[in-house]
């Protein structure tokens, strides 16, 4: 099955700085890769989310990347602001073959100091 | 729109009781899911339904887990009985279509600790 490994586990910038996440997945056949938000004790959100058909999709200070060939995406957040502050966690699927469902990764928490 | 919810928020049950929870997804939401999130990992699929229908619940401990999901409405998740490993936040997601590409909206949770 997918395997998802996610880095770094913990992620502290400075508010104005950028914010970088990388995130590997085993599966070739994987096409859909989401970014969900949980800030604490609260529900994972769906941020950004991109497809085997791009490389990159930006929406407005968050953007993801994708390489298909070295198997890996990355979260993009420029101009972190402290409300940044969440464990991120990124997911991948084959939403059309057999292995629909999303495999997350560990997460992400980033912390942005005012 | 309402979103999902679930109940109860909170439940504390001792190793070998019986535990429950409930899930009403967004109205309209033909697929269901349920999720383990054990503290400090991503959130791990246990079933997905799409109505009324198992489509896949090969990572769902089928000798304590229970789940179902009657007239493709609410659902429930069944654990009997319990053990300590099973201390997770239990979440409940639906999404308008199925595939996995279809956005996953997420209810709060239900935090389980088994002592």
């Known amino acids: 099955g997918e395997n998802v490994e996610q880095h770094p586990s913990t992620l502290s910038v400075q508010e104005g700085d950028s914010a970088v996440i990388k995130c590997t997945y085993s599966?070739?056949?994987?096409?859909?890769f989401p970014w969900y938000k949980q800030e604490l004790g609260k529900r994972p959100q769906l941020i950004i989310d991109?497809?085997?058909?791009?490389g990159e999709k930006k929406d407005q200070r968050i953007a993801v990347t994708l390489n298909k060939t070295a198997k890996h995406f990355s979260l993009h957040i420029t101009e972190t602001q402290p409300e940044d502050s969440a464990v991120y966690f990124c997911?991948?699927?084959?939403?059309?073959?057999?292995?629909?469902?999303?495999?997350f990764g560990k997460g992400t928490l980033l912390t942005v100091n005012p | 729109e309402a979103g999902v919810a679930q109940s109860p928020r909170y439940k504390i049950i001792e190793k070998r009781q019986s535990v429950a929870f409930w899930c009403n997804p967004i109205?309209?939401?033909?697929?269901l899911y349920w999720y383990q999130q054990i503290l400090g990992q991503g959130p791990k699929l246990l079933i997905q339904?799409?109505?009324?229908?198992?489509?896949?619940d090969s990572q769902l401990p089928k000798d304590r887990f229970s789940a179902e999901r009657l007239k493709g409405v609410d659902s429930t998740l069944k654990i009997q009985p319990a053990k300590l490993e099973d201390s997770a936040v239990y979440l409940c997601?639906?999404?308008?279509?199925?595939?996995?590409?279809?956005?996953?909206?997420f209810g709060p949770g239900t935090r389980l600790t088994v002592l």
């Open positions: 997601a639906s999404s308008l279509l199925w595939g996995a590409d279809n956005e996953q909206f």
């Open positions: 599966d070739s056949a994987s096409n859909y």
């Open positions: 991109i497809r085997s058909n791009v």
């Open positions: 997911a991948a699927s084959n939403s059309g073959g057999s292995n629909y469902k999303l495999t």
């Open positions: 109205s309209g939401h033909a697929t």
């Open positions: 339904f799409q109505n009324n229908g198992v489509v896949d």
